[in-house]
C-alpha cells in the first residue's frame, strides 16, 4: 500500500501516523509539504493531527486553502481514500469534505487522556478488522474535538451508516460521562457518503505499539484500523 501524509506549519503527529502505517503495511508513507500541489500516484492520504497554523482563524480553516488541498480534494472526489485525524479531521471539515464543524470542547480545556470509542460499522475500509459494536480504547488531544452538524444532517448521517465512532464507556454504554468534549450524540468519528473519506477526532496511530502499553495504560486498539487500511488497499 502506497500512502502520502501531507504536513502543515505546526503538524506534530506526521511521524506517529508514518510509523503506525509502516508498522501494518511495512512501507513507510512520503510526507508531503502543504506548499506541494500535486501528490504522488498513492492508494491512501493522510492528514494528521497538530495545529496546522497555530489553529488561528478557526482550527483547520486556513491549511483547508493550503495549496496541496486542492489536489487532496481532487483525488478524494475521484475516490482515493483519506483518512484526517483530529487536526486532519477539522481540516477535512473546512474543506468540505466532510459536514459540520469541530467546535471548542464543552470543557474550554484541552482534553489529553485514553477515551473508548464504540466501533458503528465494520463495513468500511477502515473498520472491517473490527466487529460492530466492539469497544476500542485510544487517546484524545484536542482542544476543539466537540462535533456539530444541525439536526439534519447527524439524522442522514446516522440514517445513512456515516457514522464511524462514538465516545462511550467501557461497556459501550453511550453515557454523556464518558463524551470527553459535547460531541453531538456523542460522534468521534465520520465517514463521507462512500465511507472513502474518514474523518476522527482520537488518535489511533497512538495505540498500536505494544512498547506504549504498561501498568499506566495504553494500547493497540487502534492497530486495527490500519491493518484494515492495508488489506483493503494493497
Known amino acids: 500500500m502506497k500512502s502520502a501524509v501531507v504536513v502543515f506549519p505546526g503538524t506534530n503527529r506526521e511521524h506517529d501516523i508514518a510509523d503506525a502505517i509502516e508498522r501494518a503495511a511495512g512501507a513507510r508513507p512520503q510526507l508531503i509539504w502543504h506548499r506541494e500541489t500535486d501528490l504522488p500516484k498513492v492508494d491512501l492520504i493522510v492528514l494528521p493531527g497538530g495545529f496546522a497554523y497555530g489553529d488561528y482563524l478557526r482550527t483547520g480553516a486556513i491549511a483547508a486553502r493550503s495549496p496541496i488541498m486542492h489536489e487532496v480534494v481532487r483525488r478524494a ?8 485525524v483530529c487536526n486532519g479531521f477539522q481540516i477535512l471539515c473546512e474543506a468540505g469534505l466532510l459536514p459540520g464543524v469541530m467546535l471548542c470542547n464543552a470543557s474550554l480545556h484541552f482534553a489529553c487522556h485514553d477515551v473508548h470509542l464504540k466501533v458503528e460499522t465494520s463495513q468500511s475500509l477502515f473498520t472491517q478488522h473490527y466487529a460492530s459494536g466492539a469497544v476500542i480504547k485510544v487517546p484524545i488531544a484536542h482542544h476543539d474535538g466537540n462535533y456539530y452538524a444541525d439536526e439534519a444532517t447527524l439524522d442522514r448521517l446516522e440514517g445513512e451508516g456515516q457514522v464511524a465512532f462514538r465516545y462511550c464507556a467501557p461497556d459501550g454504554a453511550l453515557d454523556p460521562a464518558a ?56
Request: aromatic share 4%; no cysteine.
Open 77 to 84: 472526489e475521484a475516490g482515493t481514500p483519506v483518512i484526517g
Open 179 to 234: 463524551n470527553p468534549n459535547g460531541s453531538a450524540r456523542s460522534i468521534a468519528g465520520i465517514f463521507n457518503r462512500t465511507k472513502t473519506v474518514l474523518g476522527m477526532m482520537p488518535h489511533p496511530e497512538n495505540a498500536t505499539d505494544p512498547a506504549l502499553v504498561g501498568a499506566g495504560g495504553g494500547s493497540t486498539d487502534g492497530i486495527g484500523l490500519f491493518r484494515s487500511m492495508v488489506d483493503a488497499l494493497a
